[in-house]
């Protein structure tokens, strides 16, 4: 089995070509050690300010919320957008929180709801396909669901040797270890044993092993065919999660529900529209933590101009 190789510290990371990196890191380190409801205000008005600096992904974001919330008001996107960059903001810090907390400090601000629904699937035996949408919460929802039962992570190597090293080194707190994001053979050997395996079928990966289906109001969205193999051949339990932040500050609640039921085995088309349907439901549990600022329709149909 092909399994990611675990990343090493090395002597070059103390190099100059690395210092700001370095800056990063133990800047992000130390802001996380703050009392979150401090935490909470810095990345929610850095977010905020950042919208003033990052006017392409300020457009492509505004961009995705009309093109899938149309019966909006324009008030309404609007509102959405300023809260999704508020959300940018505490993501950065979420991750350092991710990879920086103690698990005593996780359970504190930190809660998931429906841990029996995956001690009912694992004592059956099969594999979970853990559904982690592309919310700015999902490395620290990670963080928090693995706590309880930790998988195997599908991951893509940082080009940056330091972060990557750093980035492992957090997301080994709540994974038992990692598979390459291009390893399906892998992938499929891991959820035939019965373990969990972390997924994101919900980002426009291309022409390449894609259909287009539905995805809110956008009739044609290039999605992923990689769920599809997955389940033709391991058969796992879908299990989406939403890692949803609480809005008053409080914290955070992992929302786990019921798996769907009916996947289409034998048609891609309809198994990615079922996939996107089930990404949908758990985008619309908390629309304001999803990466709108990614061009999720970048990929279209032969002969159709772009959509941004």
């Not at 510290?9 to 103390?14: A, D, K, M, P, V």
Request: glycine share 8%; net charge positive.
């Amino acid at each position: 089995m092909s399994k990611f190789k675990q990343p090493e510290f090395h002597y070059s990371f103390l190099k100059p070509k690395y210092w700001l990196t370095w800056f990063g890191i133990i800047s992000l380190y130390l802001l996380v050690q703050l009392p979150y409801p401090a935490i909470h205000f810095i990345g929610s008005r850095t977010g905020r300010l950042s919208m003033r600096f990052l006017k392409r992904r300020q457009h492509i974001a505004r961009r995705n919320l009309e093109l899938c919330f149309p019966n909006l008001s324009k008030e309404e996107r609007e509102k959405l957008l300023v809260e999704n960059f508020e959300s940018l903001g505490m993501g950065l810090l979420e991750t350092g929180m991710a990879w920086f907390w103690s698990d005593n400090r996780i359970k504190k601000w930190c809660k998931v709801d429906n841990l029996e629904i995956m001690s009912r699937i694992r004592a059956n035996g099969k594999g979970v396909l853990l559904v982690g949408v592309h919310f700015l919460t999902l490395e620290l929802g990670g963080r928090i669901y693995g706590m309880y039962n930790p998988g195997v992570g599908v991951y893509r190597p940082h080009n940056n040797k330091l972060m990557d090293w750093v980035q492992v080194r957090g997301r080994s707190r709540s994974n038992k270890y990692f598979i390459d994001r291009n390893d399906i053979k892998g992938m499929i050997r891991e959820l035939r044993k019965g373990e969990i395996l972390w997924y994101a079928p919900d980002h426009d990966y291309g022409p390449r092993n894609s259909v287009f289906a539905p995805f809110f109001a956008v009739p044609q969205a290039a999605t992923t065919i990689g769920t599809s193999i997955l389940m033709r051949q391991a058969d796992p339990v879908i299990l989406p999660f939403t890692p949803k932040r609480h809005a008053d500050g409080s914290g955070y609640t992992v929302l786990v529900t019921e798996p769907p039921t009916g996947f289409p085995m034998d048609d891609s088309t309809a198994a990615a529209t079922f996939m996107n349907k089930v990404v949908e439901k758990e985008i619309l549990k908390a629309p304001e933590l999803y990466m709108w600022l990614h061009r999720r329709f970048k990929t279209r149909p032969a002969g159709e101009i772009s959509l941004y």
